[in-house]
C-alpha cells in the first residue's frame, strides 16, 4: 500500500494547480486522473477541440441531462474535460476572471464562519496575478510573471471587428480589458495561449514538475470512494485502467478536485450527502449533508444565426486549401486562423440598464453555429452567430447518483430556465442582439438571420426552450457557507464540515457561479486550497 502526504482526485484547472504548488511546496503527492495525458496535436492546437468534440473523442466524458420538463423534456448534453488539464485542455480558451462584485458577494456570505478567511476581491486579485503571465498587460491588476500564459488571439476574423464595431453603434462602450477596471463593453478576448500553443493547466503547471520525485500522476484511474475513519479522511479506492482496485493511503489531505459533476458523485460514494438518497442506493452515510449536489449552477447561452452574403468568416477553412494554408502559416510561424477557437470577440452587457452590472455575455462565432435539430433543416454556408449567455442565472439543478456503482455517470439534474426570470432576461438578451445585427458593419454582410426568425415573446421563449444549452461552467455544487447554513458543504477554508483532512477544490466549491468564464476562477481555487493546506494563508 502506498502512503503519500496529500492525495489530489482529479487533474483539472484547479487539481493541477493545488498539486503544482503542493509538491514546488515539498509535499508527496498522488495525483489521481480518470481522464488521459494532455499532449495530442489536436489538442495543443486551439480549434482542434471543436474537430475532437464534433467526432467524438475519448478526451471528453458527456453527461446527458435528465429529461427537463420545463424544456419540454428535452435531455441536453454536458461535455465536460476527459483529460489532464481538465477544463483548460478542451475549452474555447478565454481568460476572464468574473469581476470583483462576485468574490466580495462570496466574502459576505461566509462572514458567518468562526474560522473566516477572505474571500472578497483583495484577497483573490494577487492569486490570478501569481498565476498570470501576461503578454501585454502589467499594471495593479495583471500578473506577467506567472506560468499561465495570456495573450491576445493570434489572429481576429473580419467578422469579430464588425460585430464589435456594430455594438459600438449600438451605444456600448470598446473595452480594451474585460479584466480590467470595467466588464461592460465590446471588445476581444485574451486567451491562455501562447504562439500557437494551448496553455492548459497541466501545460503551465504539471509539465515543469513532471519529472519530479515527489509527484505520481495516475491517469486513466477511477475513485471509487474516499476512505474515512473516525471522523478523517485517510485516502482513497481507485481502479487503475485494467480495472486492478488499488488503495492509496495519506498523512495529510485529501483533495477532491474532479469537478461540480463528479465531485459530489464521489462525496456520497463514501458516505457524506443526504441521507435518504445515500440508503435509496444502500450506501452507509458517514454523515447527513443535504447541501452535496444541490445548488448546481451553470450559464445558459443561446445563439442567433445568420447566413453571410460574401464569403466570410470560418466556413471551410478545415478543408482542401484552406486547410493546407492554414496548418502551414500555424506550423511555420504560429499564426493565422489555427491560432484561435473563433471565439476572438465578445461584450459584457445590460440590455436593461446600461450603466449597471452586465447580466448578458455575448461571443462572436464566425459561422452558423447550429444544433443537430437545426442542422436538419437549415443549410450549413458562410455565416456568423451570436452566442449569447446569461452571467448570473437564478435557476439551480443538482446532481444525484443513477447507482452506488462508481462506474455509472450521476444523474445531472441542470434545471436551465426553471426561473421564469431566466427566461425573461433571455429574450431581453435575444431582442438585444438581434438589434446588433442591424448595426453596420454587421449588418452589411448579412443575407438573413436564420435563426430565430419570429421575434414574438411567444416565439422567443419557444427558441430558449428548443435550443438553450450549458456554457460548459457547472459550478457550486459542494459550496462553501456561513456557520449554520445547512446547505453548506465546505468551510470558508473548503474543507468538507464534519470531516478531517478533506477538503473540495474545484468549481463545486463556489457559492455563487462568477460572471463570467469559470477557468481562471478555477485555478485560483487550487492556489488558494495549497497555500491553506500547506498551512500559508
Given at each position: 500500500?502506498?502512503?503519500?502526504?496529500?492525495?489530489?482526485?482529479?487533474?483539472?484547472?484547479?487539481g493541477s494547480v493545488a498539486t503544482a504548488r503542493l509538491v514546488e511546496g515539498g509535499a508527496k503527492v498522488l495525483l489521481l486522473e480518470g481522464g488521459y495525458h494532455h499532449r495530442h496535436p489536436l489538442l495543443d492546437m486551439p480549434?482542434?477541440?471543436?474537430?475532437?468534440?464534433?467526432?467524438?473523442?475519448?478526451?471528453?466524458?458527456?453527461?446527458?441531462?435528465?429529461?427537463?420538463?420545463?424544456?419540454?423534456?428535452?435531455?441536453?448534453?454536458?461535455?465536460?474535460?476527459?483529460?489532464?488539464?481538465?477544463?483548460?485542455?478542451?475549452?474555447?480558451?478565454?481568460?476572464?476572471?468574473?469581476?470583483?462584485?462576485?468574490?466580495?458577494?462570496?466574502?459576505?456570505?461566509?462572514?458567518?464562519?468562526?474560522?473566516?478567511?477572505?474571500?472578497?476581491?483583495?484577497?483573490?486579485?494577487?492569486?490570478?496575478?501569481?498565476?498570470?503571465?501576461?503578454?501585454?498587460?502589467?499594471?495593479?491588476?495583471?500578473?506577467?510573471?506567472?506560468?499561465?500564459?495570456?495573450?491576445?488571439?493570434?489572429?481576429?476574423?473580419?467578422?469579430?471587428?464588425?460585430?464589435?464595431?456594430?455594438?459600438?453603434?449600438?451605444?456600448?462602450?470598446?473595452?480594451?480589458?474585460?479584466?480590467?477596471?470595467?466588464?461592460?463593453?465590446?471588445?476581444?478576448?485574451?486567451?491562455?495561449?501562447?504562439?500557437?500553443?494551448?496553455?492548459?493547466?497541466?501545460?503551465?503547471?504539471?509539465?515543469?514538475?513532471?519529472?519530479?520525485?515527489?509527484?505520481?500522476?495516475?491517469?486513466?484511474?477511477?475513485?471509487?470512494?474516499?476512505?474515512?475513519?473516525?471522523?478523517?479522511?485517510?485516502?482513497?479506492?481507485?481502479?487503475?485502467?485494467?480495472?486492478?482496485?488499488?488503495?492509496?493511503?495519506?498523512?495529510?489531505?485529501?483533495?477532491?478536485?474532479?469537478?461540480?459533476?463528479?465531485?459530489?458523485?464521489?462525496?456520497?460514494?463514501?458516505?457524506?450527502?443526504?441521507?435518504?438518497?445515500?440508503?435509496?442506493?444502500?450506501?452507509?452515510?458517514?454523515?447527513?449533508?443535504?447541501?452535496?449536489?444541490?445548488?448546481?449552477?451553470?450559464?445558459?447561452?443561446?445563439?442567433?444565426?445568420?447566413?453571410?452574403?460574401?464569403?466570410?468568416?470560418?466556413?471551410?477553412?478545415?478543408?482542401?486549401?484552406?486547410?493546407?494554408?492554414?496548418?502551414?502559416?500555424?506550423?511555420?510561424?504560429?499564426?493565422?486562423?489555427?491560432?484561435?477557437?473563433?471565439?476572438?470577440?465578445?461584450?459584457?452587457?445590460?440590455?436593461?440598464?446600461?450603466?449597471?452590472?452586465?447580466?448578458?455575455?455575448?461571443?462572436?462565432?464566425?459561422?452558423?453555429?447550429?444544433?443537430?435539430?437545426?442542422?436538419?433543416?437549415?443549410?450549413?454556408?458562410?455565416?456568423?452567430?451570436?452566442?449569447?449567455?446569461?452571467?448570473?442565472?437564478?435557476?439551480?439543478?443538482?446532481?444525484?447518483?443513477?447507482?452506488?456503482?462508481?462506474?455509472?455517470?450521476?444523474?445531472?439534474?441542470?434545471?436551465?430556465?426553471?426561473?421564469?426570470?431566466?427566461?425573461?432576461?433571455?429574450?431581453?438578451?435575444?431582442?438585444?442582439?438581434?438589434?446588433?445585427?442591424?448595426?453596420?458593419?454587421?449588418?452589411?454582410?448579412?443575407?438573413?438571420?436564420?435563426?430565430?426568425?419570429?421575434?414574438?415573446?411567444?416565439?422567443?421563449?419557444?427558441?430558449?426552450?428548443?435550443?438553450?444549452?450549458?456554457?460548459?461552467?457547472?459550478?457550486?455544487?459542494?459550496?462553501?457557507?456561513?456557520?449554520?447554513?445547512?446547505?453548506?458543504?465546505?468551510?470558508?477554508?473548503?474543507?468538507?464540515?464534519?470531516?478531517?483532512?478533506?477538503?473540495?477544490?474545484?468549481?463545486?466549491?463556489?457559492?455563487?457561479?462568477?460572471?463570467?468564464?469559470?477557468?481562471?476562477?478555477?485555478?485560483?481555487?487550487?492556489?488558494?486550497?495549497?497555500?491553506?493546506?500547506?498551512?500559508?494563508?
Open positions: 500500500m502506498e502512503t503519500f502526504d496529500h492525495i489530489v482526485i482529479g487533474g483539472g484547472s484547479a480549434p482542434g477541440v471543436f474537430k475532437l468534440l464534433k467526432n467524438g473523442s475519448k478526451f471528453f466524458r458527456t453527461h446527458k441531462s435528465t429529461p427537463q420538463s420545463q424544456l419540454g423534456g428535452r435531455q441536453t448534453e454536458i461535455p465536460q474535460g476527459n483529460v489532464l488539464g481538465g477544463g483548460s485542455t478542451v475549452n474555447g480558451q478565454a481568460y476572464v476572471r468574473g469581476r470583483p462584485q462576485d468574490y466580495d458577494a462570496w466574502h459576505e456570505g461566509l462572514r458567518g464562519n468562526n474560522d473566516a478567511i477572505g474571500w472578497g476581491w483583495d484577497a483573490v486579485l494577487p492569486h490570478f496575478k501569481r498565476l498570470e503571465g501576461n503578454r501585454k498587460f502589467n499594471d495593479d491588476l495583471h500578473g506577467c510573471d506567472g506560468p499561465l500564459t495570456v495573450s491576445d488571439p493570434g489572429h481576429i476574423d473580419d467578422m469579430a471587428r464588425w460585430f464589435v464595431q456594430a455594438l459600438q453603434a449600438q451605444g456600448e462602450p470598446f473595452n480594451p480589458d474585460f479584466n480590467g477596471k470595467s466588464q461592460r463593453g465590446a471588445g476581444f478576448f485574451q486567451f491562455t495561449y501562447d504562439r500557437g500553443q494551448r496553455v492548459s493547466a497541466a501545460y503551465a503547471f504539471l509539465d515543469p514538475i513532471k519529472n519530479n520525485p515527489k509527484l505520481t500522476i495516475r491517469l486513466r484511474s477511477t475513485v471509487q470512494r474516499v476512505l474515512i475513519q473516525d471522523g478523517r479522511a485517510v485516502g482513497v479506492v481507485y481502479r487503475d485502467k485494467s480495472g486492478t482496485e488499488h488503495t492509496a493511503r495519506c498523512a495529510g489531505e485529501v483533495i477532491l478536485s474532479a469537478g461540480a459533476l463528479i465531485t459530489p458523485k464521489l462525496l456520497m460514494l463514501s458516505g457524506l450527502g443526504p441521507a435518504d438518497h445515500l440508503r435509496d442506493h444502500d450506501i452507509d452515510v458517514v454523515q447527513d449533508m443535504p447541501g452535496i449536489g444541490r445548488n448546481l449552477q451553470d450559464h445558459p447561452d443561446v445563439s442567433i444565426v445568420a447566413r453571410a452574403n460574401g464569403n466570410y468568416g470560418y466556413f471551410k477553412q478545415d478543408r482542401g486549401w484552406n486547410m493546407l494554408r492554414n496548418g502551414m502559416e500555424f506550423k511555420l510561424f504560429g499564426r493565422g486562423r489555427i491560432t484561435t477557437t473563433g471565439l476572438e470577440a465578445a461584450c459584457f452587457v445590460n440590455p436593461t440598464d446600461p450603466e449597471a452590472l452586465p447580466t448578458h455575455e455575448a461571443y462572436c462565432i464566425p459561422v452558423m453555429y447550429l444544433n443537430d435539430a437545426q442542422a436538419r433543416t437549415i443549410p450549413e454556408d458562410y455565416g456568423v452567430s451570436i452566442q449569447m449567455v446569461l452571467l448570473k442565472p437564478r435557476s439551480t439543478g443538482d446532481v444525484k447518483l443513477a447507482s452506488a456503482n462508481p462506474e455509472d455517470m450521476p444523474l445531472v439534474n441542470p434545471n436551465f430556465l426553471s426561473d421564469e426570470r431566466d427566461m425573461d432576461e433571455m429574450v431581453k438578451g435575444l431582442r438585444y442582439f438581434r438589434e446588433t445585427m442591424n448595426q453596420s458593419p454587421l449588418a452589411d454582410r448579412i443575407a438573413e438571420v436564420v435563426a430565430p426568425t419570429d421575434y414574438s415573446d411567444a416565439a422567443l421563449r419557444d427558441h430558449c426552450r428548443r435550443v438553450v444549452k450549458t456554457n460548459f461552467h457547472p459550478a457550486g455544487t459542494a459550496k462553501m457557507g456561513a456557520d449554520g447554513d445547512p446547505m453548506a458543504v465546505l468551510d470558508a477554508r473548503m474543507r468538507v464540515r464534519g470531516v478531517e483532512g478533506l477538503r473540495v477544490c474545484d468549481m463545486s466549491a463556489v457559492p455563487d457561479i462568477p460572471a463570467g468564464n469559470t477557468n481562471a476562477p478555477a485555478m485560483v481555487l487550487g492556489d488558494r486550497c495549497a497555500e491553506m493546506v500547506l498551512g500559508r494563508l
